[in-house]
């Protein structure tokens, strides 16, 4: 079987670009079995710089910087996009606009999935860009579903940890903790299953640390990418 190749616009972080190689290989390999792995390129951006455009606001030159890296994806090869971080869909449209090849959007393959499931209400976990801005939350809300956010103090709490700790590859078990309490409030508030919005939140939170169905935003991009590269 030809696999397409698949274009990572990674580096952001590269603890969950690690992720995603991870688990594509992981998910070609029992697909086709044997020696078999993914067929990919990727173009892994310095954290440090996209951080301070969003800091900054500077979104127009943060979807410059994508774009650039899509396009030399796809002089390298790649039949389609995976931007490997949720927050920086917000600048999909830019990276979309600057390639002739296909961006499978993140929040469409979890929105997907959150269907498959039955499941209509979601809690969405995030960066504050991501959890705050309307880029991500309006894209679930028009496929149908109704989302919840954690309180402010929360949101606060849940933004910290992935850029102080998950970012930098720091998995602490107080936050962990903390995670789950923002999980049963959003369970309490009506949401019958939550999205980890946020490459990183992987690391830190699996099913058994919720009441309700989780949603791992990394795994179900992945596996849309897997079967959209063996169709």
């Given at each position: 079987?030809?696999?397409?190749?698949?274009?990572?616009?990674?580096?952001?972080?590269?603890?969950?670009?690690?992720?995603?190689?991870?688990?594509?290989?992981?998910?070609v390999a029992a697909r086709l079995g044997g020696l078999h792995s993914a067929r990919c390129v990727l173009a892994s951006l310095d954290f440090a710089e996209v951080e301070r455009m969003q800091a900054d606001g500077d979104w127009a030159a943060a979807g410059e910087l994508l774009a650039g890296a899509a396009?030399?994806?796809?002089?390298a090869g790649a039949e389609f996009l995976l931007v490997c971080t949720n927050t920086m869909h917000k600048v999909a449209d830019v990276v979309q606009a600057a390639v002739s090849i296909p961006l499978l959007h993140l929040a469409d393959a979890t929105a997907e999935a959150v269907h498959a499931a039955g499941i209509g209400t979601v809690g969405l976990l995030g960066t504050a860009f991501t959890m705050e801005q309307d880029f991500y939350r309006e894209r679930l809300e028009r496929q149908g579903l109704s989302v919840l956010l954690p309180g402010a103090r929360d949101r606060a709490e849940v933004h910290r940890v992935i850029y102080e700790e998950l970012c930098r590859g720091r998995v602490l078990a107080e936050s962990r903790a903390y995670y789950r309490t923002v999980i049963e409030r959003l369970t309490e508030a009506g949401a019958q299953g939550v999205i980890l919005g946020c490459t990183e939140i992987e690391l830190l939170i699996t099913q058994s640390d919720?009441?309700?169905?989780?949603?791992?935003?990394?795994?179900l991009h992945a596996e849309a990418a897997v079967r959209r590269a063996l169709e």
């Open positions: 079987m030809r696999q397409r190749v698949i274009g990572l616009l990674g580096g952001m972080s590269w603890e969950s670009s690690a992720e995603y190689y991870r688990l594509l290989n992981e998910l396009r030399g994806l796809e002089a919720s009441p309700i169905p989780v949603f791992p935003t990394t795994r």
